[in-house]
């Protein structure tokens, strides 16, 4: 019904009066009047109320946009996440990673728990703090440098990042703890992308679950346009909707990558799949 509504005011606009209702097969029939028109009935077809009702209940209530949630519609919900989105595996080798985000999104926590798993490998990366102005910033990395037996650079300014940077061994993986960013403040946009064109580097947008679904696709929209190509959504294990990562995603065209599932440093990273989000998505799905 919802949907014929919609459509009846995008056909008749908002000053169309609604004359009554009934079911029929397969769809909905409102019945309407309009200024200097007959009343006439407007027939929904069939396939706007068949494609509603094929949104899998796993996704009910992580309040999904709707045409998102029509596009993830039909099927195995595993099948249709890797049908809508791209999955890669976080890009390492090469170029310098460069964790961005908002203020409090996890990047100072990502980077540790990348490291540690590295160390654990047996590579020993090299850890770069972007974010030495904010106090305490950089004392939380070094913390986890000194635990993990790591040497961390500090780089308050682009110069010094492409210092610090080009100082790595051949080869050895570069983590850059990149300072929170307001993508809207044209101000912070500009000093994000000077650090980030001194880094010449890939950056993955870490963004925490439970965001509204439209403030999560605005931001992630933003940080493309700064150079994000990938999403690493954070506390999955705490938020109960994800419709704000899904949207984040499929509205940015952002691969997802890893996952913060816990707080252990160790073991808090989980490689997401389409197996994995669909059925981190129906827990709790009635």
């Given amino acids: 019904m ?32 309009q200024e200097s028109t007959d009343d006439e009935p407007l027939v929904i077809a069939p396939d706007a109320a068949r494609a509603a009702s094929a949104i899998p209940a796993a996704l009910h209530r992580h309040n999904l946009p709707a045409t998102l949630a029509q596009r993830l519609a039909g099927g195995a919900l595993d099948a249709a996440i890797a049908r809508v989105f791209r999955f890669e595996a976080l890009p390492l080798d ?4 460069l964790l961005a985000g908002p203020p409090g999104a996890g990047k100072t926590t990502s980077c540790a728990k990348l490291a540690t798993r590295l160390v654990l490998a047996g590579t020993k990366p090299l850890l770069v ?3 030495g102005r904010r106090a305490g910033a950089a004392e ?33 993986p570069a983590l850059v703890d990149m300072p929170g960013c307001d ?93 994995w989000l669909a059925q981190r998505l129906a827990q709790g799905a009635s």
Avoid: W, Y
Avoid at 94 to 97: E, K, N, Q, R, T
Avoid at 147 to 169: C, G, H, Q, T
């Fill in 2 to 33: 919802s949907e014929a509504m919609a459509t009846l005011r995008a056909e008749l606009g908002e000053e169309a009066v609604i004359l009554g209702t009934r079911r029929i097969a397969g769809g909905v029939e409102v019945t309407a009047a």
């Fill in 94 to 97: 090469g170029p310098a990673l």
């Fill in 129 to 131: 703090s972007a974010d």
């Fill in 140 to 172: 939380q990395l070094a913390a986890f440098a000194r635990v993990l037996d790591l040497p961390l650079a500090i780089a308050n300014s682009p110069a010094a990042l492409a210092k610090a940077l080009a100082r790595r061994a051949a080869g050895q």
């Fill in 183 to 275: 993508p809207f403040d044209d101000a912070a946009a500009r000093r994000h992308a000077a650090l980030a064109e001194a880094a010449q580097g890939r950056q993955v947008l870490v963004l925490p679950a439970g965001l509204d679904a439209e403030e999560a696709a605005e931001t992630a929209r933003a940080f493309h346009l700064l150079g994000c190509r990938h999403l690493l959504p954070t506390r999955l294990d705490a938020a109960r909707r994800l419709g704000g990562v899904l949207a984040a995603a499929a509205s940015a065209d952002l691969a997802f990558t890893e996952a913060g599932t816990g707080m252990d440093i160790a073991t808090g990273l989980t490689p997401l799949a389409p197996g």
